[in-house]
């Protein structure tokens, strides 16, 4: 089956500064990758996600690639606020599988 | 419009006790999943419906899971004979469509489930 990878599993940046959450998966078949950021106690909502007909989606001050070759896709958030501070989790779907899998989390944490 | 609802939001159960937790997904979504989150992990796929069947239950850890969705709408996960180890955040997420894990799932907010 599907096996995601997400590193790292914690982050810790100054306000302004971006930060890069990075993932792997191993099914070739898998084609669609959304993020979520999910709040302590709350539910995950999802932020961002690519489709594997496409390399790269902007939507303000997130962005997402994906490399279909070597099985990677990265969260990108420029000038990140206090605000981004949560666990963001990545994931896979295989339209085949039915299912999506997720990545362990990645706590952000943004200094003001 | 109104997102997925899941209830209870907490729930204790002594160990052996049975549990049911219920979703009410977004109305007209097609697909529903089932999801088991433990502390500091992402959620583990637990089981699948598109509209009454179920097509996927392989994540169900065992046979003291049972899942169901008569009508293609509200589902209820229940658990028989409780243990310590089901301690976890139960997510229910819904999808628009019956394309399999393609979609965008929408998540409720869990149930927290401690089986003392």
């Known amino acids: 089956g599907e096996n995601v990878e997400q590193h790292p599993s914690t982050l810790s940046v100054q306000e302004g500064d971006s930060a890069v959450i990075k993932c792997t998966y191993s099914d070739s078949a898998s084609n669609y990758f959304p993020w979520y950021k999910q709040e302590l106690g709350k539910r995950p909502q999802l932020i961002i996600d690519?489709?594997?007909?496409?390399g790269e989606k902007k939507d303000q001050r997130i962005a997402v690639t994906l490399n279909k070759t070597a099985k990677h896709f990265s969260l990108h958030i420029t000038e990140t606020q206090p605000e981004d501070s949560a666990v963001y989790f990545c994931a896979a779907s295989n339209p085949n599988a039915g299912k999506s899998t997720f990545g362990d989390g990645t706590t952000l944490t943004v200094k003001p | 419009g109104a997102g997925v609802s899941q209830s209870p939001r907490y729930k204790v159960a002594k160990r052996g006790q049975d549990v049911a937790l219920r979703c009410d997904p977004i109305s007209g979504h097609v697909s529903l999943f089932w999801y088991q989150q433990a502390l500091g992990q992402g959620p583990e796929f637990l089981t699948y419906?598109?509209?009454?069947?179920?097509?996927?239950k392989s994540g169900l850890p065992s046979d003291r899971f049972f899942a169901e969705r008569p009508e293609g709408s509200v589902s209820t996960l229940k658990i028989q004979r409780t243990q310590q180890e089901d301690s976890a955040v139960y997510l229910c997420?819904?999808?628009?469509?019956?394309?399999?894990?393609?979609?965008?799932?929408?998540f409720g907010p869990g149930t927290r489930l401690t089986v003392l």
């Open positions: 997420a819904s999808s628009r469509q019956g394309t399999r894990g393609v979609d965008t799932q929408y």
């Open positions: 419906f598109q509209n009454e069947a179920q097509l996927d």
């Open positions: 690519i489709r594997s007909n496409v």
